[in-house]
C-alpha cells in the first residue's frame, strides 16, 4: 500500500444524545474554537461550516481542513 493510499479522507462522526447534557450547538462551537487553535499552531488550513438542523433530531456541519497537501472532510 503506498502512503497515499492509507490517508483518511472523509470521514463521518455520529454524536448520539442523551449521554452527555450538552447538546449539538456546544459541540459546534467547540469545533470552531478547537479547529482555530489548530490551524494556528501547525499552520493548517480548517473551516468549520454553519450547523444545519436537518430535522428536528439531527444537526449537521461540516469540517474542512487541508495540511500538507492533503485534504480531509468530516461530517
Not at 455520529?14 to 447534557?21: A, Q, V
Not at 499552531?41 to 469540517?63: G, I
Request: hydrophobic share 30%; aromatic share 10%.
Amino acid at each position: 500500500m503506498t502512503e497515499q493510499q492509507g490517508r483518511i479522507r472523509k470521514r463521518h462522526v455520529f454524536f448520539l444524545h442523551g449521554f452527555d447534557p450538552r447538546g449539538p450547538a456546544a459541540y459546534h462551537s467547540m469545533y470552531e474554537r478547537e479547529a482555530a487553535k489548530q490551524a494556528k499552531l501547525d499552520e493548517t488550513e480548517v473551516a468549520v461550516t454553519k450547523r444545519e438542523n436537518d430535522d428536528p433530531r439531527a444537526s449537521v456541519w461540516s469540517v474542512n481542513a487541508r495540511f500538507d497537501g492533503q485534504e480531509t472532510e468530516t461530517t
